[in-house]
T-cell receptor, first 113, second 109 residues
Framework: DAGITQSPRHKVTETGTPVTLRCHQT?????MYWYRQDPGHGLRLIHY???????DKGEVSDGYSVSRSKTEDFLLTLESATSSQTSVYFC????????????FGNGTRLTVT | RKEVEQDPGPFNVPEGATVAFNCTYS??????FFWYRQDCRKEPKLLMS???SGNEDGRFTAQLNRASQYISLLIRDSKLSDSATYLC??????????FGTGTSLTVIP
């Protein structure tokens, strides 16, 4: 296993509430990513980080923010959750070398009611 | 046009069969290629990287055709435990990873 832990594993929340998902790695990898996976869409990039305090937007970043204050932690926040954000969220890490693959955490299943 | 396209299947094959999946990518500048396996309600796990000359890992063979912009995965002697969704992933360099929507495989006893 690549040493990535996501928390919580499952979350049910109400529309309009803030939610924070956590990704923790023990690999000291520079690159960390947040993806969401929905039927028919595959995995889509929300935000990624290329170092402490260095983050950038992905394909579906609206409604999400991230923070990375330590190498090992990458937080994803839904400022005001909506039902369209019901999804499975995966964190991934990458060594940042040419041809290096992504390694995924075990996912967070989020339901917004 | 999608960056990466896969036939979603489902592929239902008997044990012992050989099955092949293809994945096409749209950007000729794509640099690295991977196959992942995803079990139901689990995270994607790296099955194998795909190298230009093709590569094999046990019963699994991956091929890359840059001219036609596709990669393939061949599974020989299918096992029940091979039942999963197989994701094609293409990296265009840096942080640009693109995912297919996956091909579902069920191996039938």
């Amino acid at each position: 296993d690549a040493g990535i832990t996501q928390s919580p594993r499952h979350k049910v929340t109400e529309t309009g509430t803030p939610v924070t998902l956590r990704c923790h790695q023990t690999e000291n990898h520079r690159y960390m990513y947040w993806y969401r996976q929905d039927p028919g869409h595959g995995l889509r990039l929300i935000h990624y980080s290329y170092g402490v305090k260095d983050t950038d937007k992905g394909e579906v970043s609206d409604g999400y923010s991230v923070s990375r204050s330590k190498t090992e932690d990458f937080l994803l926040t839904l400022e005001s959750a909506t039902s369209s954000q019901t999804s499975v969220y995966f964190c991934a890490i990458n060594r940042g070398l040419n041809n290096s693959p992504l390694h995924f955490g075990n996912g967070t299943r989020l339901t917004v009611t | 046009r999608k960056e990466v396209e896969q036939d979603p299947g489902p592929f239902n094959v008997p044990e012992g069969a050989t099955v092949a999946f293809n994945c096409t990518y749209s950007n000729s500048a794509s640099q690295s290629f991977f196959w992942y396996r995803q079990d139901c309600r689990k995270e994607p796990k790296l099955l194998m990287s795909v190298y230009s000359s093709g590569n094999e890992d046990g019963r699994f063979t991956a091929q890359l055709n840059r001219a036609s912009q596709y990669i393939s995965l061949l599974i020989r002697d299918s096992k029940l435990s091979d039942s999963a969704t197989y994701l094609c992933v293409v990296n265009r360099g840096g942080n640009q990873f693109y995912f297919g929507t996956g091909t579902s495989l069920t191996v039938i006893p």
